[in-house]
């Protein structure tokens, strides 16, 4: 839900956000970060501060779905850095500081450092919501996140086909022993809407998220279609969200976005 309690009212956290929303998923190439994206976009385009930190380091997307690939300003301090902006919401990826296409190839305790790094000295703008773009699976990445910049919740992403509910299990039960505490579930790439009869084709089965969030008592916050379009647009740089505002599949990330 979104919160409209006053600013004065919030417990203070030196101009960082409110909520903190980690959005994981087991696996990678889920569209865990276009959910991210489009989320954050979504919340920004109702009036709310937001601030998207893309954690996965070795994996940065938000640099290229949003459509900016600056090089970020220093802050008013040493060893601060200023966010970049695009799209109604503040972000910072590690696409920013790498150039071209270089991989970024970090042992865990390079990791540990950079993310801590990114978490304790960019400064943001005042933020109702920060949201994490999480690497997938439990590597080093969770515990840095839990320690210095502790979620107020985790989104976790999965799609129909997932081959690998243990992993989802593992990835849920590592935020719970560091008392995180997860929000629910989205299903992503959940069916398609076939573009000139409109007939609804669950291409990889139904249910199973349903079934996964009944068994272990979590919501399910929404199903997210496969669009051709979201994927198009992550690729432009234009969310999508931006370009289609009044489509089915922006009213479920609206509904989403409202229950984080
Ligand atoms: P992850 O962050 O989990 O690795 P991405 O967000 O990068 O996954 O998505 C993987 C790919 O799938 C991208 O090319 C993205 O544009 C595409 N994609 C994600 N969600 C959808 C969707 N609902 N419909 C169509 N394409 C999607």
């Not at 500081?97 to 801590?116: F, Y």
């Not at 129909?160 to 935020?175: I, K, N, W």
């Amino acid at each position: 839900q979104v919160d409209t309690q006053p600013k004065s009212q919030q417990p203070n956290r030196g101009g960082k956000a409110r909520r903190v929303i980690a959005v994981h998923s087991a696996k990678g190439g889920v569209g865990k970060s276009t959910l991210c994206v489009n989320l954050a976009v979504t919340l920004a385009r109702r009036g709310l501060r937001v601030g998207l930190l893309d954690a996965d380091l070795h994996g940065p997307s938000a640099t290229i779905m949003l459509g900016n690939a600056e090089w970020p300003d220093p802050g008013p301090d040493e060893n601060t850095i200023l966010p970049l902006r695009a799209h109604g919401i503040q972000f910072l990826s590690m696409g920013n500081l790498v150039t071209g296409k270089t991989p970024v190839i970090w042992r865990g305790a390079m990791v540990h450092q950079m993310l801590s790094q990114f978490y304790r000295n960019v400064i943001w703008d005042d933020l109702d919501y920060l949201f994490l773009d999480m690497p997938p699976g439990t590597g080093d990445a969770l515990l840095t996140t839990a320690q210095v910049e502790p979620p107020t919740g985790v989104l976790v992403v999965t799609t129909p086909q997932e081959l690998s509910l243990v992993d989802t299990l593992r990835g849920m039960r590592a935020f719970r022993d560091m008392n995180v505490p997860i929000l629910g579930f989205v299903e992503n790439m959940s069916y398609l809407i076939c573009g000139s009869c409109s007939h609804r084709d669950d291409l990889f089965g139904e249910g199973s998220t349903e079934a996964l969030a009944e068994e272990l008592d979590y919501p399910l916050l929404g199903s997210v279609p496969i669009e051709p379009e979201i994927c198009a647009s992550s690729d432009r740089g234009t969310p999508f969200v931006i370009g289609h505002p009044d489509s089915e599949s922006s009213a479920v990330l609206g509904r989403i976005a409202e229950r984080l």
